[in-house]
């Protein structure tokens, strides 16, 4: 692979590192652990980052650009990175999806133990230490219960241009506001008849920093917390204290987080003085997320194209999800190659998906095992094969490498060679033949000469047709001695050699030839409607033939099937029924943009 390419946050690291910054913590248990507050040993780990998914839906190529970049910096300085639930939502949270983003992070090759524990953890768990923190913030003057309507929140917030109203609960004591706070969690207000709000300054330039909300009341069911709570934490809220709590020391998030840092460290210094959590605090860093042309990447909007039939589900191989990718074929080392390739920068552009086809490409070149597959067939028919053989029946048996020769590295052992038969008839491509050749066709066509690859050179002689004039088979004479591999093979010259599968042994098999989604690099730029640029040719199914050697894949196996592009056994349909099916991942060129 490439050798790590230093970005900024690798800079950032590094100059923590080497200052010590970190050095001083203490590691106490999980953060969920009633010993967590006592005094621990030494933090085992040099850094901690996490990746905080709320489990709202599935993961897409966005969450793993994070999940690689997160997990790859704790793996390469010693640290751990925590794979963290941001469940503060309760409507739209669900078990379901936690499930999804755990294998997604495992299957993509990372791990959240080690270093002082197993860090998978859900933000949920502190919502007592979260409360806790709220009400030392009302005690110490830093936070005020707003009963103000919605409207006039809003509109005493001001904006870029003016700043904003006082709220008239601004002054309350805060005796006041502890025992209104108090009512508000015993379920003693109505759903959105107040908020908490921290008391900063309503004329701050920042927005964020003018009296956000940090509690709201809802009176709904928490898949972890059941009824326990009316009030939950707001989520710029939350988040800080999730991070300080787990002894994060580098919070990477996307750029759109930028505005809220001013809050982020505001709260961290005010808790840290009222003692409730120990220093130094992690520190936030923001990065560009990830920009895919022809993907859309918004949950709401994939949820639109599940939700609509337009794909097969979350999993269908044309999703940008985590799942979808798995099952069209990638691997979680061309997706780990793709993050370490993109890098990571301060600014947001878009990387073109042929980036991330090169990627899987560049991964399966030496390890896909090569296969014959005719995927649009027509019968070739060997008219003297008796003559030859002496009888219709013959078969002769032919061998290939699994793979090419460049493709295995010094010393290592190559794999079994793929055996097929040759017999009186094969499957070939109809393509292949063509009854008045256009200029410079090199294949099939009456009196022309090719090798059948890894079999025998023929000589076409013609073709059947029926009624319509559509050819039902093309007829050859095979030319003896001429068997790949034996001393006659090269006695005379083929124009060209074309794949092919024997009708003796081949094997039937559904082949979904998946291509982009879309067919607008930004489907969803500008307000445009993002399903009137959905590609109507994106899947075509095609019954075809694949040699036989492709009998024993398994779910996930990736082939290379030879001139068509790279194929995977269907990790859901593959083998139901004993039916073969194989899905598309990526042509053999880049055919993006042409
Ligand atoms: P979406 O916008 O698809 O709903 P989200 O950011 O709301 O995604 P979260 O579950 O909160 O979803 O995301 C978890 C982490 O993944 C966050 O830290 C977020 O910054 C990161 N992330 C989400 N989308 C991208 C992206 N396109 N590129 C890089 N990181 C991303
Ligand atoms: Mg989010
Ligand atoms: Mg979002």
Redesign the pocket.
């Given at each position: 692979g490439d050798a790590k390419a230093s970005n900024f946050l690798r800079q950032i690291i590094e100059a923590d590192l080497a200052k010590g910054t970190y050095a001083s913590r203490h590691w106490a248990g999980s953060p969920g652990d009633a010993a967590h507050q006592a005094a621990g040993q030494p933090d085992p780990a040099k850094i901690r980052t996490r990746?905080?998914?709320?489990p709202?839906?599935y993961?897409?190529?966005?969450?793993a650009?994070?999940i690689c970049l997160n997990f790859g910096l704790a793996r390469d300085y010693g640290g751990v990175c925590h794979l963290r639930f941001?469940d503060t939502n309760p409507e739209k949270e669900d078990t379901e999806y936690v499930d999804s983003i755990i294998d997604a992070v495992k299957w993509l090759g990372f791990s959240w133990e080690g270093q002082g524990g197993s860090h998978l953890y859900q933000a949920s768990d502190y919502f007592d230490f979260m409360y806790r923190a709220a009400e030392a913030l009302v005690e110490r003057g830093h936070a005020y219960v707003d009963e103000q309507s919605a409207e006039d929140m809003r509109a005493n917030r001001g904006d870029f241009t003016t700043a904003g109203t006082n709220s008239p609960f601004r002054g309350r004591t805060p005796a006041e506001n502890l025992a209104r706070l108090r009512e508000m969690r015993d379920g003693q207000l109505p759903d959105g008849a107040a908020v908490l709000r921290a008391k900063i300054d309503m004329a701050s330039p920042n927005i964020n920093l003018r009296d956000p909300a940090i509690y709201r009341i809802r009176r709904a069911t928490h898949h972890n917390t059941g009824d326990k709570w009316c009030i939950y934490p707001m989520y710029t809220y939350a988040h800080p204290i999730e991070d300080a709590l787990e002894q994060i020391t580098h919070s990477?998030?996307?750029l759109e987080?930028e505005d809220q840092r001013p809050f982020y460290d505001w709260l961290l210094e005010r808790l840290t003085e009222a003692g409730l959590l120990a220093s130094p605090p992690p520190r936030q860093y923001e990065?560009a997320?990830?920009?895919l042309t022809y993907v859309i990447?918004?949950?709401?909007k994939l949820a639109q194209l599940v939700n609509e039939k337009r794909v097969s589900g979350w999993d269908d191989p044309r999703m940008p999800t985590i799942v979808g990718l798995r099952r069209r074929g990638y691997t979680p080392e061309a997706i780990q190659l793709f993050a370490e390739r993109i890098g990571v920068t301060k600014s947001d552009s878009w990387i073109d998906y042929s980036v991330l086809e090169g990627c899987l490409r560049e991964d399966l070149e030496n390890k896909a095992h090569r296969a014959m597959a005719v995927l649009d067939p027509v019968k070739l028919v060997m008219v003297n094969w008796a003559e030859v053989f002496g009888s219709d029946a013959h078969t002769e048996d032919c061998t290939q490498p699994a793979l090419p020769h460049s493709a295995i590295a010094d010393g290592q052992t190559p794999p079994p060679e793929r055996r097929f038969k040759i017999g009186k008839e094969v499957w070939i491509e109809r393509e292949d033949f063509e009854e008045v050749p256009p200029k410079g066709y090199k294949r099939l066509f009456p009196g022309n000469v090719v090798r059948l690859k890894g079999g025998y050179v023929i000589e076409c002689t013609g073709c059947a047709k029926d009624a319509e004039g559509r050819v039902t088979e093309v007829h050859a004479k095979v030319i003896p001695g001429t068997k790949s591999g034996t001393p006659g093979a090269d006695s005379v010259k083929a124009k060209a050699a074309i794949t092919w599968v024997g009708v003796a042994d081949g094997i039937a098999a559904e082949v979904r030839l998946y291509d982009r989604l879309f067919s607008d690099p930004h489907p969803d730029a500008g307000g445009k409607d993002f399903l009137s640029a959905l590609n109507p040719d994106s899947l075509k199914v095609v019954q075809a033939w694949v040699e036989p050697s492709l009998a024993t894949a398994q779910p996930d196996d990736k082939f290379q099937f030879e001139r068509h592009g790279y194929f995977v056994a269907d990790r859901v349909d593959h083998g139901v029924g004993g039916q073969a099916v194989f899905n598309r991942v990526t042509g053999l060129k880049d055919s993006w943009g042409k």
């Open positions: 990746f905080p998914p709320e709202n839906g993961l897409h190529v966005g969450h650009k994070s941001d990477f998030c996307t987080f990065f997320r990830l920009n990447t918004s949950k709401r």
